[in-house]
């Protein structure tokens, strides 16, 4: 079945523009994670959601930063005036969301490419 | 607090030689370990993950991996490396129960002809 998508694939914005970047999930799976790929960086957790319940944010940066998720499905994340430094790779994960189950496992999306210029 | 320290960030092997790529995590409850493959301009794939059960882990393309507790350490192997296993790897940890992934910085490999 289709995996994990997101888009844009690349996204070239200039300083202080606001830009959103979009998570396809795959089908019945009710945990979507957002994650910032830096450079050299590991991936850094930005925010989760599961089901109906509020969101863990705590990964946010700034309150330059939002997401939500609508209907349960689809995913935005939204950046609000940009920086060079919000340059990197976004990448989305869902997963089954059945943590009482045990391991949860996550699949990623191909990413999106976000340069601040 | 997790954490998961992966020892070089650049690996480098002759293809046909043995690939060992090297994750330490801490964690204060049983672990669960994964390791993921990312290919350039490519998301995350999972190459293997363990939960509980038996330590010796094999995933997918050859790869394997060893959960030593005594050593707090889930080290991926594969006796034979090809050049379609030039990648980046990370490895992370998530505390049994809970959805967060602790990653580490990720190791390159590069396979040399």
């Given at each position: 079945g289709a995996g994990v998508s997101q888009s844009p694939s690349n996204k070239v914005t200039e300083k202080g523009k606001d830009v959103e970047l979009r998570c396809d999930p795959i089908s019945g799976h009710t945990a979507l994670y957002w994650y910032r790929q830096s450079l050299g960086q590991g991936l850094e957790f930005l925010i989760y959601f599961q089901g109906n319940s509020a969101p863990d944010?705590?990964?946010?940066?700034?309150?330059?930063f939002s997401a939500e998720r609508t209907g349960g499905s689809v995913s935005t994340l939204t950046i609000q005036?940009?920086?060079?430094?919000?340059?990197a790779v976004y990448l989305c994960a869902s997963s089954l969301g059945a943590i009482n189950l045990g391991v949860d496992t996550q699949y990623f999306g191909p990413g999106t490419r976000l340069t601040v210029l | 607090a997790q954490s998961v320290t992966q020892l070089g960030s650049h690996v480098s092997v002759s293809e046909g030689a043995l690939v060992l790529l090297r994750c330490n995590y801490s964690s204060s409850v049983p672990p669960y370990l994964f390791w993921y493959v990312q290919y350039p301009n490519q998301g995350l794939q999972l190459l293997l993950k363990y939960t509980t059960g038996a330590t010796l882990v094999k995933g997918i393309n050859g790869f394997e991996a060893e959960f030593k507790k005594s050593e707090t350490s889930f080290h991926l192997t594969k006796p034979s490396a090809h050049m379609s296993d030039a990648a980046e790897y990370f490895c992370a940890v998530s505390d049994s129960g809970t959805y967060k992934y602790i990653f580490g910085t990720g190791t390159r490999l590069k396979v040399l002809a």
């Open positions: 944010k705590s990964g946010l940066p700034s309150d330059r005036r940009t920086q060079q430094e919000d340059s | -």
